[in-house]
């Protein structure tokens, strides 16, 4: 009863923040922004251009270049200022809508958890334990059997006349491989005892 009691706490503080949350969220940046001001900079560019051209048909070229670059530096920086407010207003409500997808998921595990029976655990811990026990048995059934192969009579090695054959086997290979042996060491000394006919004497 406490844990459910305790369960229908936590969803309404989740309700709660969900709701505050919404309450908190900055109005979508629109395109148009974007391209006002893109549009502007486009605008006050051409003018800036068209005042720096006309610098160079006057005496005092230098004085006149730096009041346009002055007023160039200003335009860009505010521009600027501007895209970043659009950037962080972005930022903010991705971040807001993070955080409700985040409460909303959270309330909705509130409420399975809510609606979860009671006794579906002890169902679950009770399928768990005949698994279990189902194990063990199939584990003793195989022990059992391997111990009753274990304990059966181990046939009677071979019998006295296998025994002389296998030997009778032995000693002809052994006499083989004599004779192997010595047909080598006598084709050796034959080819040691053949004289060396020595190498062609050049014209």
Known sequence: ????????????FAVQGFAQTQAA????????????????RA????VLDAQEADCYQRFAVNN??????????????????????LHEREHALQGSEALQRSAQKAVEAQQ?????????GAVRAQDKAQEQSDKQAAHAAKAASGAAAVSAPVPAGPGAAE??????????KQADAEKK???????LAEKAAKPVKPLPVPP
């Open 181 to 187: 042996r010595q047909e080598r060491a006598r084709r």
């Open 25 to 40: 969220v900055p109005e979508p940046v629109s395109g148009d922004a974007y391209q006002r001001i893109e549009a502007v």
């Open 64 to 85: 006149c270049l730096k009041n346009v670059q002055s007023r160039r530096r200003a335009l860009l920086a505010d521009l600027k200022r501007q895209e970043t407010r």
């Open 1 to 12: 009863m406490r844990s459910v009691a305790a369960a229908l706490l936590g969803l309404c």
């Open 43 to 46: 605008r006050e560019t051409a």
């Open 163 to 172: 025994q002389a054959q296998a030997r009778e086997g032995y000693a002809r």
């Open 112 to 120: 399975k958890k809510a609606d979860t029976p009671a006794g579906e």
